[in-house]
C-alpha cells in the first residue's frame, strides 16, 4: 500500500470548517484513500473514504485532486468532540482488508 | 451501526500470568477480525489477521507463541498474551471486517488497555 504523509498537529476554531492535507503521491490506480480518527483512550472511527471522486457524508467531505496525489478531509464546522487523531490511510481494496496506520494529525479543536 | 465489543476495558496483571482478551461483533458475522497494539504517543501497529475457523497470520515481529489468537465463532475473536512482561503493557484494540457493511469495511472495538506489573 501506497506510504502516506500528513501534518503532525493542527489547531482549529470551533465552528470554523477544518481542512485536513494527506500527500499520497506513490498511490496506485486502484488504491482507495480512506480516513479514519481516534479520539483519545478509544478504538478507530470510521469517517469516510474515495478512489477518485469527491465524496461526502453526514461527518466529512473527502475532496481528492484530480492526479490522486494528494488529498483533503473536510470537517465542516469542527466541535470540541472532533478533537482527535486523524489518519489517511491508502490501500487497496483487496481480500486481506488490512488497515496500516500511519502516525497521522493530532487536530486540536479550540473555543 | 455494526457494533465491535472488547472485554475487559482494562487489566492489571503480575508479571508472569496470561491475560485473555476478547473482541465480539455483537450484530453481525466477521469471518475476519483484525488485532492491534498501540503504545503511548505512538499509532497502531497490527499484531495480526484472526481468521474464523483457521490460523491467525501473525504480522513480522509479533511471536505467534506469546500473542495466542482464537477464532472460534464468527462473532468471537480472542488474543491471550501469554507470560506478559510489563513490556506488554499497552493498548489493544480489535477490528473487525463487515463484508456486507457498505461504505465502511472495518468496525474497531473500544480497546482494552493492559497493564503489567
Not at chain 1, 476554531?13 to 492535507?21: D, M, V
Request: aromatic share 8%; net charge neutral.
Amino acid at each position: 500500500d501506497a506510504k502516506t504523509t500528513q501534518p503532525t498537529s493542527m489547531d482549529c476554531a470551533e465552528g470554523r470548517a477544518a481542512n485536513l492535507p494527506c500527500n499520497h503521491s506513490t498511490i496506485s490506480g486502484n488504491e482507495y484513500v480512506y480516513w479514519y480518527r481516534q479520539i483519545h483512550s478509544q478504538g478507530p472511527q470510521y469517517i469516510i473514504h474515495g478512489l477518485k471522486n469527491n465524496e461526502t457524508n453526514e461527518m466529512a467531505s473527502l475532496i481528492i485532486t484530480e492526479d490522486r496525489k494528494s488529498s483533503t478531509l473536510i470537517l465542516p464546522h469542527a466541535t470540541l468532540r472532533d478533537t482527535a487523531v486523524y489518519y489517511c490511510i491508502v490501500r487497496v481494496a483487496s481480500n486481506d482488508y488490512k488497515l496500516s496506520f500511519g502516525a497521522g494529525t493530532t487536530v486540536t479543536v479550540r473555543a | 451501526g455494526a457494533v465491535v465489543s472488547q472485554h475487559p476495558s482494562r487489566v492489571i496483571c503480575k508479571s508472569g500470568t496470561s491475560v485473555k482478551i476478547e473482541c465480539r461483533s455483537l450484530d453481525f458475522q466477521a469471518t475476519t477480525m483484525f488485532w492491534y497494539r498501540q503504545f503511548p504517543k505512538q499509532s497502531l501497529m497490527l499484531m495480526a489477521t484472526s481468521n474464523e475457523g483457521s490460523k491467525a497470520t501473525y504480522e513480522q515481529g509479533v511471536e505467534k507463541d506469546k500473542f495466542l489468537i482464537n477464532h472460534a465463532s464468527l462473532t468471537l475473536s480472542t488474543l491471550t498474551v501469554t507470560s506478559a512482561h510489563p513490556e506488554d503493557s499497552s493498548f489493544y484494540i480489535c477490528s473487525a471486517h463487515h463484508p456486507g457493511s457498505g461504505d465502511n469495511e472495518q468496525f474497531f472495538g473500544p480497546g482494552t488497555r493492559l497493564t503489567v506489573l
